[in-house]
């Protein structure tokens, strides 16, 4: 073999092998710039499903066809068009599925023949009872008295008809009537939860109820003012109430303490009368707050919002 024809099949191996490598080096290249492509578009479709049906829950129970639409509509935000996404509401109106679907037409893999690829995310988020919170206000509600919806006397003047001494005043973070003002005021700023201890509070504090509920309620800005029919999300008219049973009596067989049994929420429309014919009313609504949901909590309106999947 001469030294010229050894050179030319060294140079045939040396083009076969870059032609090779050539190969290899798109094949990655198409790999990486394409799954990073896909990666992005997964993230941001992931991202923008999961806030859609966040957001689309929190109209849940009350308004669900409202909570589709919601959810849509934060889609479409955040970059998810009405083509691509979809939103179904599970039959028990308390949580929603989304699914979303995009053809993402690839770079780089088009060489190796594959041109688009579909990128498929889904989420789910659900409202829950929560199991505790803090900001509630010191009434307590028994849960056999507990209703939904209607017009109701929150706490009455006269005391509780069926444990005689005890008018509905809660001691929260301590006892007295300046206390007690405050948390309604405010609310109590402490965590309660549900299977806590609370001391009732004595004498039916007519003065300091008067107080803290007119606050509340001239802390409405809206027009019109919140009422049980239209209200604004986060309007101080709306309170968090715990729902209780009576846990002790005391020796005179009147309410000592109560145990907490689960979380309502309140909106409170009016004050009226004085002394023994003060009243509270409003009515208890459905209503979703950033607390922790439960699975095993009573159910009595006031929810948190997760996402599940
Ligand atoms: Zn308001």
């Not at 691509?84 to 949580?95: G, P, T």
């Amino acid at each position: 073999m001469s030294l010229s024809n050894f050179r030319s099949n060294e140079e045939g191996s040396v083009s076969t092998l870059v032609a090779l490598l050539m190969v290899v080096l798109v094949g990655t290249l198409a790999l990486v710039t394409d799954a990073g492509l896909l990666y992005i578009n997964q993230g941001k479709m992931h991202n923008a499903l999961d806030s859609a049906v966040l957001a689309g829950v929190r109209e849940l129970p009350a308004n669900p066809q409202e909570a589709l639409q919601v959810a849509g509509n934060y889609g479409s935000l955040n970059g998810l068009s009405t083509e691509e996404a979809s939103f179904q509401l599970d039959s028990d109106q308390h949580s929603i599925s989304g699914y979303a679907e995009r053809q993402v037409e690839l770079g780089f893999a088009r060489a190796l023949g594959f041109t688009s690829k579909i990128v498929a995310v889904s989420a789910k988020a659900r409202i829950a009872p929560i199991s505790s919170t803090g900001g509630v206000v010191p009434f307590g509600v028994i849960e056999g008295n507990f209703t939904f919806g209607q017009e109701i006397t929150l706490k009455e003047g006269a005391g509780d008809q069926e444990y005689n001494g005890w008018f509905g005043a809660l001691s929260l973070g301590g006892s007295g009537a300046h206390i007690y003002r405050d948390n309604i005021k405010y609310g109590y700023p402490e965590e309660i939860s549900i299977g806590d201890i609370i001391d009732i509070e004595a004498g039916n504090m007519s003065g300091p109820t008067r107080a803290g509920v007119e606050y509340r309620l001239n802390q409405c800005e809206h027009i019109p003012q919140c009422s049980i029919n239209s209200y604004v999300e986060g309007c101080p008219r709306i309170l968090i109430v715990p729902i209780v049973n009576i846990e002790e009596l005391n020796e005179s067989g009147h309410p000592f303490t109560v145990k907490v049994k689960g979380f309502g929420a309140f909106l409170v429309e009016e004050y009226t009368g004085n002394g023994n014919d003060n009243q509270v009313r409003g009515a208890f609504i459905q209503y979703v707050i950033p607390g922790k949901p439960s699975s095993d909590a009573g159910d009595f309106g006031l929810y948190g919002v997760q996402l599940i999947e």
